[in-house]
C-alpha cells in the first residue's frame, strides 16, 4: 500500500461579499465536509502557494491549491483497457463481461479497478479511483469513473444531468410499448446476492422501451433513473421477462451464457467544463451475434 499525495483542486477565489476562510471557499468550490474533514490529517492546502489553514482568511484572487494523501489500495495490473473517453478529471471505459468492477477478499487482482491503476501508473498520473456507477461482473458497457473524490462528489452536489441507456435481450415478448417502472428492490433474505422487488427496499426507476421483438425474446433499451443493484435484471424479472441468460432471475442460458446486458451510452453534463458528452460503446460479440440473427442491426444503431 502506497501513500500518494493527489493535486484535486485548483481554483481562483473570485469577488467576495464579506470576509470567508478557506474552508468556506473549499466548500463554495464543491469540496465536500467529509473530504475537509479528511484534509485536516491526511492534505495539504496552499494559498498563492505558501501554507494555509482552514481558518485563514482568503481574498478575491487568491489562488488555492488543495492536495489530499491517500492510500493507494489497488495494485497496478497489466489489463487490457477500453477507453472510450478521458480527460484530466474523468475517465469512460467499456468494460469487458466478466470483468470485476472492484477486488473483492477473495479476487485481489486482474478487476477493472486494477487495469484503471496500471493506466494511470503507465500514463504518469496521480488519480483515484471512483466509479460514478458499478456494473455486474457479467454485464458489459461503458463505467464513468471519476479521477478524484471531489469531481464524484460534484456531479450530486451539482445534481448534473446524467443519463445511462443499455441494451438488453429480454425472454418473451416483452409487454408494452414502453414502460416505467418505479418499483423499490431490496436483498432476498435467503441469499446476500439476490434481490428482490419490494414494499420496503430503496427507490428503483427504470424506463423500458422495447426496441423489437422475435417469438421468444425482446431487443430492449433501458435508461435508469436510480443505481441499485441489479435492478435492471429485477425489474426485467418483475415484468416477467427475465434477461436472455440470466439464471439468476429465471433466464434460460439458451441464447447467451451471460445476462444480455450492455451498457451502451452515457450522456452527461461535465461537472467541471459544464459541457454536455455523449459517449457510446460497441456491442461485444456475444450480443452482436443474436442482433445479426434477428436482423435487428439497423434499429440498434439509432441507439448506441
Not at 40 to 69: Q, W
Not at 93 to 106: D, F, I, S
Not at 219 to 239: E, P
Request: with cysteine; proline share 6%.
Amino acid at each position: 500500500m502506497q501513500e500518494t499525495m493527489i493535486p484535486m483542486l485548483q481554483f481562483t477565489v473570485g469577488p467576495l461579499e464579506r470576509p470567508t476562510s478557506l474552508a468556506g471557499a473549499l466548500r463554495h468550490f464543491g469540496i465536500s465536509a467529509t473530504l475537509r474533514r479528511r484534509l485536516k490529517h491526511n492534505g495539504s492546502c496552499a494559498v498563492n502557494g505558501a501554507p494555509a489553514l482552514l481558518k485563514d482568511l482568503v481574498r478575491e484572487g487568491d489562488r488555492i491549491t488543495v492536495n489530499l494523501s491517500i492510500n493507494q489500495h489497488i495494485s497496478p495490473c497489466p489489463i487490457p483497457l477500453d477507453i472510450a473517453y478521458e480527460d484530466a478529471y474523468l475517465l469512460v471505459v467499456n468494460k469487458p463481461a466478466g470483468l470485476l468492477m472492484h477486488p473483492t477478499a477473495a479476487v485481489r487482482q486482474n478487476t477493472l479497478a486494477n487495469a484503471v491503476a496500471f493506466h494511470y501508473h503507465e500514463s504518469g498520473q496521480q488519480s483515484s479511483y471512483h466509479p460514478m456507477h458499478r456494473l455486474d461482473k457479467n454485464t458489459s458497457g461503458l463505467c464513468l469513473i471519476a479521477k478524484a473524490p471531489h469531481i464524484q462528489y460534484a456531479f450530486d452536489r451539482k445534481k448534473s444531468f446524467y443519463h445511462r441507456t443499455y441494451l438488453a435481450i429480454s425472454e418473451g415478448r416483452f409487454p408494452a410499448k414502453t414502460a416505467h417502472i418505479s418499483c423499490p428492490i431490496g436483498r432476498c433474505s435467503d441469499s446476500i446476492i439476490k434481490r428482490r422487488t419490494c414494499d420496503n427496499g430503496k427507490e428503483a426507476v427504470s424506463d423500458f422501451t422495447r426496441l423489437a421483438a422475435a417469438d421468444n425474446c425482446s431487443l430492449l433499451s433501458i435508461t435508469l433513473h436510480t443505481g441499485r443493484t441489479h435492478q435492471i435484471r429485477v425489474h426485467s424479472a418483475y415484468l416477467g421477462c427475465p434477461l436472455a441468460g440470466d439464471d439468476l432471475y429465471g433466464g434460460h442460458r439458451t441464447l447467451l451464457t451471460r445476462q444480455a446486458l450492455h451498457a451502451g451510452k452515457i450522456e452527461f453534463i461535465h461537472p467541471v467544463t459544464g459541457n454536455r458528452l455523449t459517449v457510446n460503446s460497441p456491442l461485444p460479440t456475444d450480443i452482436k451475434h443474436i442482433i445479426d440473427k434477428f436482423g435487428w442491426n439497423d434499429i440498434v444503431h439509432d441507439y448506441i
